[in-house]
């Protein structure tokens, strides 16, 4: 009997901590929007690294996004585009962190992050992007109002 007790408290203190590390990894996992007088806004926490990590959608499927200003187009690694079954359109070379390499255009039909909607937004399918996360760069950004303060960015979108 203690030795299942132990076990499930060992379980519990894993899932406990496994959580509290993907938080800090992305602490905007439930994204929540305001709606004012023609806007929405959605608020947004970095992370430790000072990272804008979020979860959101491209064409109604979750996706985790980074925040990246440096990028000039989303850019998708080529495991998310596949789940997410983007076509891959014509071929370009672009420059990376880590040099220079082959993407493919597509694009995007829907983009959410809160209630904030984009449409039809300029994207990168890049094959050799390793991990899951979307990098959010400005074909997406430029579409709305961002500021940051501290830790905190406020991204806007006006809807008149």
Do not use: C
Not at 37 to 52: I, K, M, P, T, W
Not at 58 to 65: K, S, T, W
Not at 76 to 94: C, D, F, H, M, S
């Amino acid at each position: 009997m203690l030795i299942i007790v132990w076990a499930a408290g060992l379980f519990l203190a894993t899932r406990f901590f496994g959580q509290w590390e993907q938080h800090q990894e992305n602490p905007n996992t439930a994204v929540t929007s305001e709606h004012g007088d023609g806007y929405v806004e959605v608020r947004l926490a970095s992370n430790r690294q000072g990272h804008f990590v979020m979860t959101g959608q491209i064409n109604a499927h979750p996706v985790e996004f980074m925040l990246d200003t440096g990028a000039t187009n989303v850019a998708i690694p080529e495991g998310v585009a596949q789940t997410l079954r983007l076509e891959r359109g014509a071929k370009v070379e672009v420059s990376t962190a880590n040099g220079r390499t082959d993407a493919f255009r597509t694009t995007l039909k829907r983009l959410q992050i809160g209630d904030i909607v984009l449409n039809d937004v300029r994207a990168l399918v890049v094959p050799g992007l390793d991990g899951d996360q979307v990098l959010l760069g400005m074909s997406a950004i430029q579409q709305l109002e961002f500021t940051q303060r501290g830790g905190t960015l406020l991204l806007r979108q006006t809807t008149k």
